[in-house]
């Protein structure tokens, strides 16, 4: 009996090794190079088809365009950072391909020079330089790396560099518009203006507004006060209280200080001129329009340049007709559509060449 179990088992033992033998390999295949991957029954197959590893291996090794900026204030500043921080992203969203890095609040221009000098290092295709004051030390560390591209601005001066682009804003144009706007709008005929540095597109700006604003009503008392400071919040609005204190009913500023003076203006009812960026979410109520910088007007043709073997050497500009500075109005705004009209005519007027600035 025993006999006959132990021949009954080997006969049962033989015929499974049989099946598993003619069966389906369906479990886990491991080929040479194969690193501990795993694939149980069930698992979909990869399929590729001709020229599908020829486009993968073209979009792994594509390497992004990269683009660093450094700037003194803080990137959402609505005022001179932002701005060139919008103009980046704009160009990220067209060239898709696009690598950005900011380092901001670099009001103090040594810790600007590192940050200049470390971007440069780590192989950044472009490196703004976003602040006048950022100069003298793009002077220093460009020659140092002559395939990396600069840009630096607002300023025209390339220092004979040919990697460095520089680029400006003709500030004084918007200014003009909405110097004559203010001056329409002003029942007092005092306009007050608080001014940062006497420098760059500050400047441009500041004796752009005056401008206007005596050419539209030529008893205009427009006062102006150079804090002497981008970055002062508080001389910003004691700037603006003095106008407060003189009678002033309309305002405006330039720089990333100028939120100082905007509260005031907000706080006692004077109407506000933006210009840099949109500055219409900082007081809606009071805000009549911003003349705006789009700096990807010039960011394009930089780009274009550089990719093209071009890394610097030239001079860039904004202004109303290549739409590098444009009027946005604040639509919350009452704006009497005679002096909506004053502005449309005198952005007319400046790009046809039949107004001047004066600047």
Not at 19 to 30: E, N, P, V
Not at 265 to 283: E, H, K, P, R
Request: with cysteine.
């Amino acid at each position: 009996m025993k006999k006959n179990r132990l021949t009954w088992l080997i006969v049962v033992l033989a015929l499974v090794l049989v099946a598993a033998a003619c069966s389906d390999d369906s479990g886990t295949t491991t080929t040479a190079g194969d690193s501990d991957t795993t694939t149980t029954a069930g698992d979909t197959p990869t399929t590729t088809t001709a020229g599908d590893a020829e486009t993968t291996t073209t979009a792994a090794s594509a390497e992004p365009f990269k683009i660093a900026i450094v700037a003194p204030s803080a990137q959402n500043d609505l005022a001179f950072t932002q701005s060139i921080v919008d103009a980046v992203n704009v160009i990220k969203d067209e060239m898709g391909n696009v690598e950005v890095q900011i380092t901001d609040n670099t009001f103090i221009v040594e810790d600007a020079a590192s940050a200049i000098r470390a971007y440069a290092v780590d192989g950044v295709d472009l490196v703004i330089a976003h602040g006048s004051q950022y100069g003298g030390s793009l002077q220093e560390i460009a020659p140092d790396f002559p395939d990396t591209a600069f840009a630096w601005g607002t300023a025209a001066d390339t220092f004979g560099l040919s990697n460095v682009f520089a680029y400006e804003a003709a500030s004084d144009e918007g200014g003009y518009v909405m110097g004559a706007m203010a001056a329409a709008l002003s029942e007092s005929n005092t306009i007050g203006i608080v001014g940062p540095v006497e420098v760059g597109d500050a400047k441009l700006y500041v004796d752009g507004f005056k401008a206007g604003a005596e050419a539209q009503n030529p008893d205009a008392n427009v006062l102006v006060n150079y804090t002497g400071s981008f970055s002062d919040v508080a001389l910003a609005s004691e700037a603006a209280q003095a106008f407060a204190a003189n009678g002033a009913d309309v305002m405006t500023g330039t720089a990333q200080m100028v939120v100082g003076a905007v509260t005031v203006a907000s706080d006692v009812n004077i109407i506000w001129f933006g210009t840099q960026a949109n500055q219409t979410s900082l007081a809606p109520d009071i805000v009549v329009a911003s003349q705006v910088y789009h700096w990807e007007v010039v960011l394009r043709d930089i780009i274009a340049k550089i990719e093209a073997g071009t890394p610097g050497g030239e001079q860039f500009k904004i202004d109303l007709a290549n739409g590098g500075e444009v009027i946005e109005y604040n639509d919350a705004f009452a704006l009497p559509a005679d002096v909506k009209q004053l502005g449309e005519d005198t952005i007319a007027g400046i790009i046809d060449g039949s107004i001047k600035t004066g600047s």
